[in-house]
């Protein structure tokens, strides 16, 4: 099993401490239908170093498939931990930010609504990116986990209200060496698809209950894989996914979670969690371990907690629906994603120009590669 790499987003050495001198500062802000997440880092060489970080699990979703709106909790939730988020930016004094929303402003009926409510109140201009943007951008943030000795890969970016997949073909060229060669949509992406499922959603479709069961476990498997299954645009790559010449990369609180189990953890380790091997049988054994759990049991676990108790069987789920759709010996787990593929993007002087290019010249554009079953 491998070390974690250094890589971009992991460089947290100077975590807490504004930027030495007059570097610049850039900003990456996520909020998904689970979490509320902010970087700030400064470019470091090919790469960046994250000056600080902020995480709050906030749940804008929590009811929204039931009553198609975000509830004035969940966004009272949300709207502090971003007015958290906007401090800090000031603080920092941060020369660019993004900030984007995902699936859950994406689904509310009053979404928009709510992004107007965050603008006036915190200053933050939220943008609600598509899924194709999302699939892009969690790519660009796992770029340095891939093994590029493999033929193929599929990342799995396992979000609060949905999840997104993205098959790579490392043979076709295209992966940039560091961020000053990036840009998201010159990405090397075979496909992608977005299913409207994700860790809140399918949590909510399937109450836990007193216990959890391998019936109600399985139910939740096969609900992901009838979403997954009718697919067909990655049917290209199959023949290396069923060679063992692919691997997968899982990007989510809840297969980290998983990975943290996996190595018995007694308190959550980012370190040791990105960029870690583990083989199929090791994620259905942490699962199985999960599964034998009460959610008190599960809450207690230091990697765990009882924000994410009633959370993490769904992602393991979704996982497994994925591995037996498109079996690989091989997954890596990524504590990285969005925000990483944000900062890259803002940071990359190619990407830059090229998004100006493809602003410029939209109409004329040849359709990018990816491509999702709507």
């Given at each position: 099993?491998?070390?974690?790499?250094?890589?971009?987003?992991?460089?947290?050495?100077g975590?807490?401490?504004?930027?030495?001198?007059?570097?610049?500062l850039y900003?990456a802000l996520?909020?998904?239908?689970n979490n509320?997440r902010?970087?700030?880092?400064t470019?470091?060489?090919?790469s960046?170093?994250?000056?600080?970080?902020?995480?709050?699990i906030v749940?804008?979703?929590?009811g929204l498939?039931?009553?198609?709106?975000?509830s004035e909790a969940?966004?009272e939730?949300?709207?502090a931990?971003l007015?958290?988020?906007a401090e800090?930016?000031?603080?920092?004094r941060?020369?660019?930010?993004?900030?984007?929303a995902?699936?859950?402003c994406?689904?509310?009926?009053?979404?928009?609504?709510?992004?107007d409510?965050v603008?006036?109140?915190?200053?933050?201009r939220?943008?609600?990116i598509?899924?194709?943007?999302?699939?892009q951008?969690?790519v660009a943030?796992?770029?340095?986990?891939?093994?590029r000795g493999?033929d193929?890969?599929l990342v799995v970016d396992?979000g609060g209200?949905?999840?997104?997949?993205?098959?790579?073909?490392?043979?076709?060229g295209?992966?940039p060496?560091?961020l000053?060669?990036?840009a998201p949509g010159?990405l090397?992406?075979r496909?992608?698809?977005?299913i409207?499922?994700?860790?809140?959603t399918?949590a909510e479709?399937?109450?836990?209950?007193?216990?959890?069961?391998?019936?109600w476990?399985?139910a939740?498997?096969e609900?992901?894989?009838a979403?997954?299954?009718?697919?067909?645009?990655?049917?290209p790559?199959?023949?290396?996914f069923d060679?063992?010449?692919a691997h997968?990369?899982?990007?989510?609180?809840?297969?980290?979670?998983l990975?943290?189990?996996?190595?018995g953890?007694?308190?959550?380790?980012r370190?040791?969690?990105?960029?870690?091997?583990m083989?199929?049988?090791?994620?259905d054994?942490?699962?199985?371990l999960l599964l034998?759990?009460?959610?008190?049991?599960?809450?207690?676990?230091?990697?765990?907690g009882?924000?994410?108790a009633?959370?993490v069987l769904a992602?393991?789920a979704i996982?497994q629906?994925?591995q037996?759709l498109?079996?690989?010996?091989?997954?890596?787990?990524?504590?990285?994603?969005l925000r990483e593929?944000?900062?890259?993007?803002?940071?990359?002087?190619?990407?830059?120009?090229?998004?100006?290019r493809r602003r410029?010249?939209?109409?004329?554009s040849p359709?990018p590669?990816a491509?999702a079953a709507?």
């Amino acid at each position: 099993m491998s070390e974690a790499p250094r890589a971009p987003g992991a460089m947290r050495n100077g975590l807490g401490r504004s930027g030495s001198g007059d570097s610049p500062l850039y900003g990456a802000l996520d909020l998904g239908t689970n979490n509320c997440r902010l970087l700030i880092a400064t470019p470091a060489g090919r790469s960046f170093r994250v000056v600080e970080a902020y995480s709050r699990i906030v749940r804008l979703g929590e009811g929204l498939t039931q009553s198609g709106r975000l509830s004035e909790a969940a966004m009272e939730r949300a709207l502090a931990a971003l007015k958290v988020s906007a401090e800090k930016v000031r603080r920092r004094r941060v020369i660019k930010l993004k900030a984007i929303a995902t699936q859950a402003c994406r689904m509310a009926e009053n979404g928009q609504e709510f992004i107007d409510r965050v603008a006036e109140e915190t200053g933050l201009r939220l943008q609600i990116i598509s899924p194709r943007e999302e699939a892009q951008l969690s790519v660009a943030g796992c770029l340095n986990l891939l093994d590029r000795g493999a033929d193929a890969a599929l990342v799995v970016d396992v979000g609060g209200g949905s999840t997104e997949l993205s098959w790579v073909d490392l043979k076709a060229g295209g992966l940039p060496p560091d961020l000053t060669r990036f840009a998201p949509g010159r990405l090397p992406i075979r496909a992608w698809l977005s299913i409207p499922i994700g860790v809140v959603t399918l949590a909510e479709r399937f109450p836990e209950g007193e216990a959890a069961t391998e019936g109600w476990f399985r139910a939740m498997v096969e609900t992901v894989k009838a979403e997954l299954a009718a697919f067909r645009r990655a049917d290209p790559l199959r023949e290396v996914f069923d060679a063992d010449r692919a691997h997968l990369i899982g990007t989510s609180g809840a297969i980290t979670s998983l990975a943290g189990m996996h190595l018995g953890l007694r308190r959550y380790d980012r370190s040791r969690v990105d960029g870690i091997w583990m083989t199929r049988e090791e994620c259905d054994a942490a699962a199985g371990l999960l599964l034998n759990l009460s959610p008190r049991e599960r809450a207690d676990q230091p990697c765990i907690g009882p924000d994410r108790a009633d959370l993490v069987l769904a992602g393991a789920a979704i996982l497994q629906a994925v591995q037996e759709l498109w079996p690989c010996t091989r997954v890596r787990v990524a504590d990285r994603g969005l925000r990483e593929g944000i900062l890259m993007s803002l940071m990359s002087p190619d990407g830059g120009a090229r998004r100006r290019r493809r602003r410029r010249n939209r109409r004329a554009s040849p359709a990018p590669q990816a491509e999702a079953a709507e």
